[in-house]
Every structure is written in structure tokens, then in C-alpha cells.
């Protein structure tokens, strides 16, 4: 593709297409900038083509392939702003908005609670405490603590029984 050619387009197509895009964007200098990027497309779309004849049969009708092109890069351009687009909130609204924080009542609740089952745990016996402690707090499977205390996982699985019946009697309120 020569400049001429180019030139010859831009001085023909140019301006409509501005305008075109600046009713669409309400943004002249977008438009503006849309509008260059729609030339160089077709300029190197035309680059790309080897021979003349080629490059015709390519780009059958230079009008609508520049304004396919600047509707496309319009799009494209539209579909961005939206996913970096931020919605501001103002203070009143936000002040407005519930903590995620407990109160103080039920955070002291869930305080005494957790204190009531690590009083629980630690009166567990040994083995038993060390299997709950393996399997609840580090997370390991049954078969993981089975192997590194060499027993079975059914004791495993028992012990660990025993040590959530202590636990659930700590925490649960009596009811008379």
C-alpha cells in the first residue's frame, strides 16, 4: 500500500469517521485517537497483503472496512472503560455500613468459650489430647496421625471421639 493510497482514504473517510465516533463516544479526542488507530489497521492490514491483487480482494470496499474497524475498536475501547470503571460511594452512605466486627458481649462470649475448650483439651489425657491437637489444630488426616504415632486409625478415630464429647459437654449450655 503506498501513502498515497492512504492519504487518499483519510482525506475521503477521515472526518466522517471522526464524527462518526464522536457522536458514539461523546469524546473527541478518543475519537480522535480511535480514528488514527482505524488507519493504521488498514494500513497494515494492506502491508500484510503481498501483491495488488491480493490486497483487493482483501479489502473489497475501503469504506466499510474502516468503519467495521473504528465500530470494533470502539467496542473494544467501551468494554475496557467498563471493567476499569469505579463506582465512588459517598461518606454518609458508607458510614452507614455494619462492621463485620462482633460487639463486646459476643466477643467476650466466644472468649470464655474458647478458654472453657482449652481448659477441656488440656485435661484431656495425653495420647488423647496429642491425637486431637494432630488432627483438628495441624490438620493432618487420620491415616497421617495413625502413621506418626503407629497406631490404627479406627484408635485414631476413637480417641478423637472421645476428645469431641468432652469438648461438645464444655460448650453446650445444660438445659434443666
Not at 492519504?7 to 469517521?17: D, P, Q, T
Not at 497483503?49 to 475498536?73: E, G
Not at 468459650?113 to 483439651?121: E, K, N, S, T
Amino acid at each position: 500500500m503506498t501513502g498515497h493510497t492512504l492519504k487518499r482514504l483519510f482525506l475521503a473517510h477521515g472526518r466522517e469517521l471522526q464524527v462518526y465516533l464522536t457522536r458514539r463516544l461523546r469524546d473527541a479526542e478518543m475519537a480522535a485517537d480511535l480514528t488514527q488507530e482505524t488507519f493504521l489497521r488498514y494500513a497494515e492490514r494492506g502491508a500484510n497483503d503481498q501483491h495488488p491483487a491480493d490486497r483487493a480482494a482483501a479489502i473489497v470496499n475501503d469504506r466499510a472496512f474502516l468503519f467495521r474497524t473504528a465500530r470494533n475498536l470502539m467496542i473494544d475501547h467501551l468494554r475496557s472503560s467498563a471493567r476499569r470503571q469505579t463506582v465512588t460511594t459517598p461518606d454518609d452512605q458508607l458510614a452507614r455500613i455494619a462492621e463485620d466486627r462482633p460487639d463486646s458481649e459476643t466477643a467476650l462470649g466466644a472468649r470464655q468459650m474458647l478458654a472453657q475448650v482449652r481448659h477441656v483439651i488440656d485435661g484431656l489425657p495425653p495420647r488423647t489430647r496429642q491425637i486431637f491437637v494432630l488432627n483438628r489444630i495441624e490438620g493432618l488426616s487420620y491415616a497421617e496421625v495413625a502413621r506418626r504415632l503407629d497406631i490404627s486409625e479406627s484408635s485414631v478415630q476413637k480417641h478423637l471421639a472421645k476428645a469431641l464429647v468432652e469438648i461438645m459437654r464444655a460448650v453446650k449450655p445444660e438445659t434443666r
